[in-house]
Every structure is written in C-alpha cells, then in structure tokens.
C-alpha cells in the first residue's frame, strides 16, 4: 500500500513537473480563434521541429495528398480545392504551432458543417496526417505535440455522434 | 471424494501458435472495420475488461469507436515461481459508451494444492463484466484536464472444486461482485496515459479464493482498492508502463484463525509492460508480474513474480 | 404511385379582377413530401401575348461556406450581386448546366475576405439568356448555389412548405414548369386553367440531397 501510493505520488509529479516546465518555457496560453476555438499553448519548438512555414507547407501538401487517396476519406475531400486546402491547413497550424501566421479561413465548425463527420472520420484523419509526418520524419514526440494542438478540434468538427 | 481433475491448462505449443497467428495477422494488411486510433482500446486485464493487463480503464474496449460496434478476444498466461494462470474471454464494445466481458480463468495451483491433499488442484473462475462510460474522452480531450471516466462492475464466480470444504471454512464464499470506477486520460504532448480505479470489492486473490472470510472476526465487508497504471507510448504501436494493483487482506485473518499464522496473506499485484499493436488487429504484451505473495503458507513466503504474456484480437 | 400527368385541380371562389388570378403551386418530392426550393415557372399555353418581366437587382452573399441564398429565381434582364461576407477569399464561378460540365464557365471571379468594418468585396452579374445558372467556388468545392434566370413575368421558388404563390396570373391556359437542382431529367410541363384562385399540385420525381444546415437570411453584419 505503502508503495502505492509512493508510486502514484512519483508519476504525478513527474508528470506535473512535465506539464509546468512545458508550459513556463512557452508562449503564454493563445485565445480561441478561427484557428482553434480550444487553444492548447504549443511546445517549446514545435513551428521549427516541423521546419517553419516552409516544412509545414510541405508536410500539408502531401497530406492533403494522401487525404485524397485514402479509401476511407477520399469521398469526403474528392471536391476540395488541394492548393486552397492545403494553404488553408498551413497558415492554421502554423499559427497554433507558435509561428508568425495568422489564419484566415473558417472555424472548424463552419468549415464542417456542410458535411457529415463521424468520429471514425475523425480518427482516419488523423491517422492520415500521422503517416504523413512519419514520412517527412516527423519524431513522435513532436508529433504528439501537434496532434495535442489539434486533438480538441474533434468536438466541433465530429457533427454526427 | 476426490475426482481426478484432467489439466486443462493451455499446453505451451498452443500458446506459440497462437503468437505465431498474431504476427501473421500483424503482417497482414490492416484494413480494421472499425476507428479507434491504434492502442486506445486498451488492451485486455485478466479479468475479460478492457485496461492494462491487470487495471480495468475507462476506455471501452475493442477498436470501435463511435457508432460503431466492436469485439475483442483475448488469451493469456502468467507464469509465477509457484503457480501458472491461463485466462481468455470475449469483450463486445457498443458504440463507445457500453463494454460487455465475460472472461475465464483457470488458476493451476501447483504445490499449494499439493499439500492441500489436492494434486493438480485448477481453480477455474468465470468473470461477467459490464462497464458504462459516463463521460470525457480519454484520447482527445487535450485542452483540458478532464479524464474520461467509467464505472463498472464484474460478476465472478469460482467453479466448485476440491477446495470448496477449505473456502467455506474460512467463510469465503464462491461467488462475489466487484464494482470500480476508472478515470483514464492520455497527456497526448507528453506521450503519458495515466488510470486511476477504485474498485469496491471482496475478492480474495481476485476471486480465485473466494470472496470475503468470516472466520476469526475477518473482515466481510466490501473494501475500496486503489489501482494505479502508467503507460508511456514510445511509438504509435508501442507502449511501456506500470501498473499496480491493491489487494484485499481478508484470509490473513481468517488464515490465522485456522492455524496457518499470517499464511493467507495477500499483497498488492503489480507488473511492468510492454504493449505492442502491430496493426489494429492484433496486439501483445508482455509484462514481468509481482502478485505478491498468493498462500505463501505453502509457497514459502515467496512473491509471486514471473513472466505475462497477453495476445489480443479485435475486429 | 400517380401518373406525373395527374393533377388536382380546386376551384375556390375568389374576388379577383378577371384578368388577373393568383396561382398556388405546391411541389412534392418523389416520397410526396413538400419540396423546398423547387423553381415553379408560368408560361403561355400557346402564342399569347406576354408582358415583360421587370428586371430585379437581386444580392447572392457568400457566407459561412454557402451560397445565400442557395436558389434564386430572377427573371431576365436583372443583375446579379455577389457579395462575400466571409473573412476568407472565394472564387465564384458558374454558367449554364451544360457548359459546366464541360469545365467551361460562363463567368468567373476571386471575391477577396471581408476585412471588419469595411464593405463586402462584391462583383456583379447581367443575366440575359433565360434558363438555371449553376454556381459553385472554384476555391470550396462542395459550395453549390443556382440562379434560375425566367423568360417569364411569373416565376418562384417553393418556401420550405413546397409552395409557391404567382400572383397577377392572366386567366386561361397556362403551362406550369417546375425545375429543381437534385432533378435527373426535365419533367414534362404541365397545362393549367388558371382561374380566379388556383391552385396545383405538381408531383416530381425529385429525391433532393439531404441539406446538412439549415441556410439563415443573408446577414449584413458578420
């Protein structure tokens, strides 16, 4: 029992002393925004893990690339314009990733609404977007720390439960 | 009158087979039917829930996720100095809000039973487990600190057995309930999934001696054990982690009682892991095991350890 | 299921002039439920004299993804503004059925982000050739919209109860014609006596996509 509750101190606060040094060495926590209407403050580093504007461009090209192959999502995007999607993505997760971009389009929410979006569609995505960082060598912290900014997105973007 | 009891333990060529047919599946293209992300299942305690190995989680089990309907199946061995356990079972999730488990255990007793006058004693349990997620998303919910969280109850009974004159003895009967709730969360940027369950019980040895004791003035009552797992995921198919698992001590008591000193004592269960889910069809772990020490009136007083190997199949 | 010829004609008393009726048309969907958006057009049964339309100025904003509003029925002559309310660029472009889905396009125009508290980037349209104008945005491609131009002075869209009212309808023979996004062929038209007060019941073959969101009035602040 003893040990228990040793242990269970011991994880937490590691994982407290995790969280707060995440956090103290970060940019303070964003607003909501069209970008994100639930602000995760990011990683220390993330913008330049994924190498700035111009690796995000690219990782989003072929993202949106592999999108429209997937036998699971290609229904979803066959009529999205790829260069606007794919433009569109970059300036939104530059933005969340702590990079000098301002995004401009809609809220995830008005961006989804004309569309059904199940949760299994929702995990495909991301899925799809985790294949494309592992082909750009994305390390799997870094990319655990995008889908952290991401992730929330699920509650106004799944619109069928 | 003792019946010769036939071992109907899970031969160890079985058991490479059945390996052998998880890493053919794991080689197979993985087109799952249904959503979860790979690893957020869960995989299967050794009472028939979804968790880790030996905690039930909140998460609801199998790869279905919303909408969706899934199922699990699983079979397990732990190897400890003294005895071995072979457990398999079936879990059904339902649109990720309800899991339904029915799980079988068969406890070999080794040289316990032995110098109990019951050689090649099997203690053979069936679990019958339910589970309602109420609220939260464990995976997904990064914004916040709010884990998912679930409660849930196992039905257990123990077939009778050479063993039934010693239970009733020590007042233990052969069938109880457990109830717990879990609250599980994945710190997605920090790659750390963390469970806390609190299960209201009176399960000797998880059920595998009976539940409850009244001999000597034992305890009968319904206790809260705290359980704990930690997992940290290294790669999108691996994870590493610990967990442990808080025990009733009712038989000390009631051991004592009978004569056998502190020879029915229990401690906590606990086991390091490692997970591995090559595709979302398969996965397997491997965990070194502490069950503490499990009748050391006859064992000893020698913990529990050994070797745990779990295959999971989900469709 | 009733032959598509069949009609319900109800006579009602009315106190119009005898010149001019007032023309209920409802349309119904393939299942014989109401059907929404449905372009009702009258025309002369045959060779009669026909007054001109006056020609409209009619809005059509781009907001939140949709054409707003997503049909509209204007008759020949009038001109069409396309405003963008949304603070992110659109590229609208349409034409004729037919040469759409050749990929050719009748017009096409990049309306840039509404910036706050300046007025909506607009370009504008003349229509002059009767007939549906599919619209759609280059840059959002599940964006769809549809500007039914009418050779006639009487011409609608069904409300969300699947009707439409014509009013100052000549009495006598009329050719109704209803026309809808989701339809696969042309349904035939369909010859009305219009008298005093009519009203007709037109069933289509029409199974219409289910709308995911219910449109808004066009808002002007955003």
């Not at chain 2, 080689?27 to 995989?43: E, F, M, Q, S």
Request: proline letters at 6%; aromatic letters at 6%.
């Amino acid at each position: 029992m003893k040990h228990l509750i040793a242990l269970t101190a011991l994880s937490f606060l590691s994982l407290g002393s995790g969280l707060a040094s995440a956090q103290s060495m970060d940019k303070p926590m964003p607003a909501a925004s069209p970008a994100s209407a639930y602000p995760v403050a990011p990683a220390a580093g993330l913008f330049d893990a994924f190498g700035g504007q111009t690796g995000i461009r690219a990782l989003m090209n072929d993202f949106v690339g592999r999108l429209k192959a997937d036998p699971r999502l290609a229904e979803a995007f066959k009529e999205a314009n790829s260069a606007n999607l794919a433009s569109q993505l970059s300036d939104q997760v530059c933005q969340l990733s702590g990079g000098p971009c301002i995004y401009k389009g809609p809220t995830m929410k008005d961006a989804h609404a004309n569309m059904d979006v199940t949760r299994t569609d929702f995990n495909a995505l991301v899925e799809v977007l985790q294949l494309s960082m592992d082909a750009r060598g994305i390390p799997f912290t870094r990319q655990n720390q995008l889908l952290a900014l991401l992730a929330p997105m699920h509650r106004d973007v799944v619109n069928v439960r | 009158m003792k019946h010769p009891h036939a071992s109907r333990s899970l031969p160890k060529s079985g058991l490479l087979a059945l390996t052998a047919a998880g890493a053919l599946l794991a080689a197979a293209p993985a087109h799952a039917d249904t959503g979860k992300l790979l690893l957020t299942g869960g995989v299967s305690t050794i009472d028939g829930a979804a968790g880790g190995g030996l905690s039930p989680w909140a998460v609801i089990g199998s790869q279905a996720t919303g909408g969706e309907t899934g199922v699990s199946a699983y079979v397990s061995r732990a190897e400890t100095r003294d005895y071995g356990l072979n457990a398999y079972g079936v879990a059904i999730g339902l649109n990720d809000r309800v899991e339904l488990s029915v799980g079988h255990q068969d406890f070999d007793t080794g040289i316990t039973g032995t110098l109990l006058g019951l050689p090649g004693l099997h203690l053979k349990q069936n679990i019958l487990g339910a589970k309602v997620r109420i609220v939260g998303d464990a995976i997904l919910d990064s914004d916040t600190l709010m884990p998912q969280i679930a409660v849930g109850v196992q039905h257990k009974r123990l077939d009778s057995s050479g063993l039934d004159g010693t239970l009733a003895a020590l007042g233990a009967k052969r069938s109880g309930t457990d109830f717990y709730v879990s609250a599980t969360k994945l710190f997605l940027a920090q790659g750390i999934l963390i469970n806390g369950t609190l299960r209201a019980t009176k399960a000797n040895q998880g059920g595998l001696l009976g539940h409850g004791a009244t001999l000597g003035g034992a305890d009968n009552g319904y206790e809260l054990m705290p359980e704990l797992s930690v997992a940290y995921l290294l790669s999108k198919q691996v994870a590493v982690g610990f967990e442990v698992r808080a025990m009733p001590d009712k038989l000390k008591k009631a051991g004592a009682a009978a004569g056998l000193g502190d020879g029915l004592r229990a401690g906590a269960w606990k086991d390091v892991f490692i997970a591995w889910a090559p595709s979302k069809n398969v996965s397997l772990t491997l965990a070194y095991v502490d069950l503490g020490t499990v009748v050391p009136a006859t064992t000893k007083n020698k913990k529990q350890t050994g070797a745990y190997l779990s295959a999971q199949f989900a469709f | 299921m009733r032959s598509p010829t069949l009609l319900a004609l109800c006579l009602m008393a009315g106190f119009q002039t005898a010149q001019a009726a007032s023309v209920q048309v409802t349309v119904l969907a393939r299942d014989g439920q109401p059907l929404p958006d449905a372009v009702v057009v009258l025309e002369p049964a045959a060779g009669q004299a026909m007054p001109a339309a006056t020609p409209v100025n009619h809005i059509i904003t781009q907001e939140k993804m949709q054409f707003n509003p997503a049909v509209s029925v204007v008759p020949v002559g009038s001109r069409v503004k396309f405003a963008n309310m949304d603070r992110w660029d659109h590229h609208v472009r349409g034409g004729p059925a037919g040469l759409v889905a050749t990929g050719t396009y009748g017009f096409e125009f990049r309306l840039a982000g509404r910036e706050a508290g300046k007025t909506p980037p607009s370009s504008e349209l003349a229509l002059d050739k009767a007939g549906p104008i599919q619209l759609g945005c280059h840059l959002h491609g599940s964006m769809r919209g549809v500007v039914y131009v009418s050779p006639t002075p009487w011409a609608a869209k069904t409300s969300d109860t699947g009707v439409a009212t014509l009013a100052e309808v000549p009495e006598g023979a009329m050719r109704v014609r209803v026309w809808h996004p989701d339809q696969l062929l042309d349904p035939a038209a369909i010859t009305v006596q219009v008298q005093a007060v009519t009203a007709v019941n037109v069933p289509t073959q029409v199974q219409p996509r289910k709308a995911r969101r219910v449109q808004t009035a066009p808002s002007d602040t955003y």
